[in-house]
């Protein structure tokens, strides 16, 4: 603790060596937008419908659509919209009828979010809120966050607080909405609170760096009202029941290296520890490399994390213990977690056309990108995942000012 101390004061002595003068870009004319649409397949025998055991097959299509507007040289709005289209055979065992209700659904979700940037201070302040909603599940949100930089843009301070609150509504096992099992559960509601805290610096021309923290606090309904658990000294299942407070702190560190121009190390590392007993380590490695207007990006992830001290497998929980899961998301495991990115980007982007009733304002698709990863769990959980992101940005002006970095 003592050597991190050190390094820290260290690294904070050299960037707050700043230059007088200095004055923080202030917002160009051009609106961003991206539209997302993925797909997501996994399987697995471990479901927690089930408790514990059974299929955790589940499909995904997944839509979003963003958008930065710049209000002014120091004023601009953002907008993300999104829903999330499911079926999941392990969801669809909550009640005895094949494809029921629960087997498929609908996520959609929201966000809009102000900032306002201080040139002369360098100073950015954000605020936003949000909503996301499907079948059985309610949460709105809100946050607020502040950004500092100094040294001609090179070092950067941020800071950002945000609040949940979220509301089930109470669906249990089939075999168990006979009995009392509602009045053994306080409330439906769940709050969470999150304080996150991020360092980065420009080390030099080719190394960037950055250090952040996180404090996430969630306090109600913690448990999945559905899950099942099973026992060994008793044959009728209980539903899953954990603590109603959780503390979470993550801290992680990432490292950027460009070898050169058009070659990027990107590397991160997470260490991860809750009150819930789990602690994780979390590395990835991003080596994208640049050839003409193509950006090949392969990268991997590795995750291992010890099991919660609430967390048995399949019948052998004892009906004297208070707390009780079978969900293997809680469980001691690791992960390999291996795919490739790809990013097509022309310098003066793949094709441009005018917005209709107006005679200035162009629409350029600057980026097509797709990515593509498999997932590998050692419960035995395994997924695939395909995404196509469109970028696209609008503004008023001529062909020549229309142009983009494309790395």
Do not use: C
């Not at 559960?185 to 760096?209: C, G, K």
């Amino acid at each position: 603790m003592r050597n991190i101390k050190i390094i820290f004061f260290i690294i904070m002595s050299l960037s707050l060596q700043a230059q007088d003068g200095y004055k923080m870009k202030g917002n160009t004319k051009e609106v961003d937008a991206n539209f997302l649409f993925g797909y997501y397949n996994q399987d697995g025998n471990n479901g927690a419908v089930t408790g514990g055991i059974g299929t955790e097959q589940l499909q995904d299509f997944a839509n979003v659509f963003t958008v930065n507007v710049p209000l002014d040289s120091v004023q601009s709005l953002n907008l993300m919209l999104g829903a999330d289209i499911y079926t999941s055979a392990s969801t669809d065992n909550i009640d005895g009828d094949v494809s029921s209700a629960s087997r498929m659904d609908i996520r959609g979700y929201g966000n809009i979010g102000y900032q306002r940037k201080f040139l002369d201070r360098g100073e950015t302040y954000g605020i936003g809120i949000g909503y996301s909603i499907e079948y059985d599940y309610l949460s709105f949100s809100g946050n607020v966050s502040y950004a500092k930089e100094w040294n001609e843009g090179n070092s950067e301070i941020s800071l950002r607080a945000l609040a949940f609150f979220d509301r089930w509504s109470l669906i249990f096992p089939s075999e168990l909405r006979g009995t009392d099992i509602r009045s053994t559960i306080s409330s439906p509601n769940r709050r969470s609170y999150n304080l996150q805290a991020t360092y980065s610096q420009v080390l030099n021309r080719r190394m960037q760096m950055s250090v952040s923290a996180e404090a996430i606090w969630m306090k109600g309904l913690l448990s999945t009202p559905f899950h099942r658990v099973y026992f060994s000294d008793q044959i009728s299942p209980d539903i899953e029941r954990l603590p109603d407070s959780r503390l979470k702190l993550p801290v992680g560190i990432r490292f950027n290296y460009f070898p050169t121009d058009d070659f990027i190390i990107r590397s991160y590392y997470r260490y991860y520890w809750d009150d819930f007993g789990i602690q994780g380590h979390t590395m990835s490695l991003e080596t994208p490399i640049k050839l003409g207007n193509v950006t090949l990006a392969p990268f991997y992830r590795f995750h291992t994390q010890t099991a919660s001290k609430y967390f048995a497998p399949f019948a052998t929980h004892s009906v004297a213990e208070t707390f009780y899961t079978s969900d293997h998301d809680l469980s001691g495991l690791h992960s390999h977690k291996v795919g490739l990115g790809f990013t097509y980007s022309p310098l003066y982007g793949l094709f441009r056309f005018k917005v209709p009733f107006t005679k200035k304002h162009m629409v350029l698709m600057d980026k097509l990108r797709f990515r593509t990863a498999y997932y590998k769990r050692s419960t035995g959980l395994r997924g695939y995942l395909f995404s196509i992101d469109m970028s696209f940005k609008m503004k008023q002006g001529s062909r020549k000012k229309m142009t983009t970095p494309a790395f």
